[in-house]
């Protein structure tokens, strides 16, 4: 999923919750100040991993989280 289509949908799953305390929870967390949050470091072994999985997902060899949840179900 792309960017402007996980925004789309984090906006629909907002505007369906009716949980009052999630949503202050999203709030404060939008909220903070992003320079506040730390951000993770990753070794060398991490990278390329990270770096390989964004290659197949630029090849088109990725699949949706829901046909992942199936597949391991």
């Excluded at 951000?39 to 989280?65: A, R, Y």
Aim: net charge negative.
């Amino acid at each position: 999923m792309d960017l402007k289509a996980s925004k789309i949908e984090l906006v629909r799953l907002i505007l369906d919750s009716n949980d009052k305390a999630l949503i202050e929870k999203m709030y404060n967390l939008f909220k903070s100040n992003s320079s506040e949050v730390e951000q993770p470091e990753f070794n060398k072994d991490q990278i390329e991993e990270i770096e390989l999985g964004l290659k197949q997902l630029n090849e088109g060899q990725g699949i949706s989280f829901k046909d992942y949840m199936k597949k391991i179900s």
